[in-house]
């Protein structure tokens, strides 16, 4: 089993900046890719960003690429969601998860622990 623990969420005015911490503990936390989605209301969950165990590879939606980054440390069962220059429709609850797939992925069914949310508001 692994648990995982978002923070970081919060109001925030368009253009700012948030970064969301999702700690994880459990089974070895670098044995896992990590991923990062997102849900507004009345919306299905999508993908936002996801690292490679190792560190090496990462991949965004389009709708952040630029503007977000995604980074984990090991030592610390960390990985991190740096967003810049948010927009209103990055309104959203923010979820962590973990994967034991090789390399990385954006796809929801891949991820079998997630988080419990933080909700990220970004007003116009």
């Known amino acids: 089993q692994v648990q995982l623990v978002e923070s970081g969420g919060g109001l925030v005015q368009a253009g700012g900046s948030l970064r969301l911490s999702c700690a994880a503990s459990?089974?070895?936390?670098?044995?896992?890719?990590m991923g990062w989605f997102r849900q507004a209301p009345g919306k299905e969950r999508e993908f936002v960003a996801t690292?490679?165990?190792?560190?090496?590879?990462?991949r965004y939606a389009d709708s952040v690429k630029g503007r977000f980054t995604i980074s984990r440390d090991n030592a610390k069962s960390t990985v991190y969601l740096q967003m810049n220059s948010l927009k209103p429709e990055d309104t959203a609850v923010y979820y962590c998860?973990?994967?034991?797939?090789?390399?990385?992925?954006?796809?929801?069914?891949?991820?079998?622990?997630w988080g419990q949310g933080t909700q990220v508001t970004v007003s116009s």
């Open positions: 998860a973990a994967s034991g797939v090789t390399g990385f992925s954006p796809y929801r069914h891949d991820y079998g622990y």
């Open positions: 459990g089974r070895t936390f670098s044995n896992y890719a």
């Open positions: 690292i490679s165990w190792n560190y090496g590879s990462t």
